[in-house]
């Protein structure tokens, strides 16, 4: 069964304070990605890597960074938190190829909130 | 930009019914479109793709439909259950692999 885990599903963090947030996925999958999902804005797309060590801005990437040093890890980085990142954080994968033709597979979340 | 539109915020619809969830899209001529499901406090879960070409796709009680020329794809549960009560995402896929998700449909199957 296929496998998407975050580390938190709830974080409360300061005004400030740097956040990791990390993802693991089972299944070899060379594509990752990290979402923010807000009422009424839908999933919006922070960054995606296509394979370790390579990354490339998603919509949304002011005040994020992100980090892959192994294949199966995509970890999201807030280096200074602020209220406005205060969301539900999703991180997926994919396999490659096929362009668009293969499915997303979801983690299930971490809700953060800055305060 | 590319815009998704998803019709309604929420719908109702009695059990045993066909739910008809419609997607617009504006700015973009996507090569597949995909749904996928999603449960209060968990990540959204893959449904169903459908690929320009193709008019229809099937799966179980599940049908989506996609007209390029409207740019508007259709998903319908039908005899819908209480079970099928969620929010419905469905999301363009863009040349480049990444997806645009519209802000989804939240449905609920009254017993």
């Known amino acids: 069964d296929v496998k998407v885990t975050q580390s938190s599903r709830y974080l409360v963090k300061r005004t400030g304070e740097k956040v990791f947030l990390e993802c693991v996925q089972d299944m070899d999958h060379e594509n990752m990605f990290w979402y923010r999902q807000d009422p009424g804005l839908g999933l919006r797309l922070i960054y995606f890597?296509?394979?370790?060590?390579?990354?490339e801005k998603g919509d949304i990437p002011e005040g994020y960074s992100v980090s892959r040093e192994k294949k199966e890890r995509f970890s999201l980085i807030l280096e200074s938190a602020s209220t406005n990142q205060t969301s539900m954080y999703l991180c997926?994968?994919?396999?490659?190829?096929?362009?668009?033709?293969?499915?997303?597979?979801f983690g299930p979340g971490t809700r953060l909130t800055v305060l | 930009s590319q815009k998704i539109e998803q019709n309604s915020e929420a719908l109702n619809i009695q059990e045993g019914k066909t739910a008809t969830l419609t997607c617009n899209y504006t700015?973009?001529?996507?090569?597949?479109l995909q749904w996928y499901r999603q449960d209060p406090g968990r990540g959204p879960v893959f449904l169903l793709l459908i690929r320009e070409n193709e008019k229809e796709k099937r799966k179980e009680r599940l049908k989506v439909t996609f007209d390029t020329t409207l740019k508007q794809s259709l998903f319908h549960i039908t005899a819908s259950q209480p079970a099928d009560s969620a929010t419905y995402l469905c999301a363009l896929v863009r040349g480049n692999e990444k997806l645009t998700f519209g802000t989804g449909t939240r449905l609920t199957i009254i017993p």
């Open positions: 997926a994968s994919r396999a490659p190829g096929l362009a668009g033709g293969r499915e997303q597979f």
């Open positions: 890597s296509y394979d370790v060590k390579m990354k």
């Open positions: 700015n973009y001529s996507p090569a597949y």
